[in-house]
């Protein structure tokens, strides 16, 4: 599943505009990376992958005084996959790793008060995710042309100091 999703990744970050493999890892990490993440041992294989799937092309920009760079592109089919992709239910809800989940886990070494405060805090926090979502999924019904991805993408990069506190990594000039 995690290879698969990788692949998506990959996907979603060469529809916003062609890139080597180098800028895919940098774009994820400023656009998602707050709740994704993709390594080069991931990246570089997955996009072998993909060219050999005729979902991506690459050509290769010579750099002065730098090494070349392999410029990879969606295909036709590989925006087909990416749409198709996106039309599918969510089938893996991937946890990570969970801090809460651990402390929990080893719970019995600690009062219940301190417990049950960690589970207070994370379930407001949840609820503060699911505002968002809903006034994310308000938007998306409001909108009248559906091939208009700006907007809500506009809309989730924003808004993302609500879900993810502390998280300061710029948005990417493209998508502001």
């Known amino acids: 599943m995690w ?11 060469l529809a916003i505009e062609p890139m080597p493999g180098y800028d895919i890892k940098e774009v994820l990490g400023r656009t998602v990376g707050h709740f994704w993440s993709e390594s080069y041992g991931q990246i570089y294989p997955t996009l072998k992958k993909l060219a050999a799937g005729g979902l991506i092309t690459s050509r290769v920009e010579s750099g002065t005084g730098k090494p070349d760079r392999h410029v990879y592109t969606l295909t036709e089919a590989g925006w087909e996959d990416l749409r198709t992709w996106l039309a599918r239910p969510v089938d893996s809800h991937q946890p990570g790793r969970s801090e809460l989940l651990l402390k929990l886990f080893f719970g019995r070494h ?14 407001a926090s949840l609820l503060q995710r699911l505002a968002l979502y809903q006034v994310i999924e308000a938007e998306l019904q409001a909108q ?21 506190r502390g998280v300061t990594r710029p948005l990417p000039v493209y998508l502001t």
């Open 144 to 164: 009248a042309d559906p091939d208009q991805p700006s907007a809500p993408c506009a809309t989730v990069c924003s808004s993302r100091e609500l879900l993810w």
């Open 110 to 123: 600690a009062p219940a008060d301190s417990l049950l405060d960690h589970l207070r805090q994370h379930r």
């Open 3 to 13: 290879e698969q999703n990788c692949r998506y990744a990959i996907l979603g970050a």
